[in-house]
T-cell receptor, first 116, second 114 residues
Framework: GENVEQHPSTLSVQEGDSAVIKCTYS??????FPWYKQELGKRPQLIID?????GEKKDQRIAVTLNKTAKHFSLHITETQPEDSAVYFC???????????????FGQGTILTVHP | NAGVTQTPKFRILKIGQSMTLQCAQD?????MYWYRQDPGMGLKLIYY???????DKGEVPNGYNVSRSTTEDFPLRLELAAPSQTSVYFC?????????????FGPGTRLLVL
């Protein structure tokens, strides 16, 4: 099955700085990589995703890059704001070699703190 | 649309008690999932369903059971609660017959087993 490692576990930045979170995955057949944001006491919500046929995707201040050869993908947040403070999770499909039925393996999460 | 809803929001159980966590979605999604999130940890898949009448085990199914009699509802049953089942439980749903579909999460149920 898929194994997803996420680093760092905590990240502290000053407002306006950039933040980068990296995930590695084990199954070379994986083809879909979402990122979820979870604010304290709330549900996880999708913020951006990337499919294996592209190397980068941007949405305003957030971007995701994918390196299929090295089997890692990263979340980039530019011009960070205090409201970006949350836990961020990466994920990859389980059983990607066959049909995963949408099942995901999640990383351990990164606690991002943006100081005003 | 209400999206994905879960009840109750919070519950305290004694060891050995049973309960059912309710999950419903009104988006006509065929795929539904149950996750647990332990403090400071990621989400682990308990059970999933690809349609009414079809369920299968995830990564951590022991101590749980599910059923899916309708497209909308996907309840999770705890038969003999144990302290190790103290966690936050999230239900999620997605639509599609292929991978790469957004999962929409419910607000979660916080369970404490004492």
């Amino acid at each position: 099955g898929e194994n997803v490692e996420q680093h760092p576990s905590t990240l502290s930045v000053q407002e306006g700085d950039s933040a980068v979170i990296k995930c590695t995955y084990s199954d070379s057949a994986s083809n879909y990589f979402p990122w979820y944001k979870q604010e304290l006491g709330k549900r996880p919500q999708l913020i951006i995703d990337i499919r294996s046929n592209v190397g980068e995707k941007k949405d305003q201040r957030i971007a995701v890059t994918l390196n299929k050869t090295a089997k890692h993908f990263s979340l980039h947040i530019t011009e960070t704001q205090p409201e970006d403070s949350a836990v961020y999770f990466c994920a990859a499909p389980r059983n990607a070699g066959g049909t995963s039925y949408g099942k995901l393996t999640f990383g351990q999460g990164t606690i991002l703190t943006v100081h005003p | 649309n209400a999206g994905v809803t879960q009840t109750p929001k919070f519950r305290i159980l004694k060891i050995g008690q049973s309960m059912t966590l309710q999950c419903a979605q009104d988006m006509n999604h065929n795929y539904m999932y149950w996750y647990r999130q332990d403090p400071g940890m990621g989400l682990k898949l308990i059970y999933y369903s690809v349609g009414a009448g079809i369920t299968d085990k995830g990564e951590v199914p022991n101590g749980y059971n599910v059923s899916r009699s309708t497209t909308e509802d996907f309840p999770l049953r705890l038969e003999l609660a144990a302290p190790s089942q103290t966690s936050v439980y999230f239900c999620a749903s997605s639509y599609g017959v292929a991978d790469g579909k957004t999962q929409y999460f419910g607000p979660g149920t916080r369970l404490l087993v004492l």
